[in-house]
């Protein structure tokens, strides 16, 4: 699964840190995600969409 978390993230002018601790996760883990190395779970992704102000299916891209 792909996502744009990286895009949404830099344009709201958060780093990964600051995204990190907004959806009680660590930085690894929202590296990892951005890096399509982790796929996030369900209660994540929309933890990430909220924080980031947009939709989960914007955010995420099944391939």
């Known amino acids: 699964m792909k996502n744009h978390i990286k895009e949404f993230r830099?344009?709201?002018g958060l780093?990964?840190?600051?995204?990190?601790?907004?959806?009680?996760v660590t930085?690894?883990?929202?590296?990892?995600i951005e890096n399509?190395?982790?796929d996030s779970t369900l209660e994540l992704a929309f933890k990430l969409a909220t924080a980031l102000e947009i939709t989960v299916d914007k955010l995420f891209i099944y391939e």
Request: with cysteine.
């Open 27 to 32: 930085r690894q883990t929202v590296n990892a």
């Open 10 to 12: 830099t344009d709201k």
């Open 15 to 24: 780093l990964q840190q600051e995204l990190a601790d907004i959806c009680g």
């Open 36 to 38: 399509n190395k982790y």
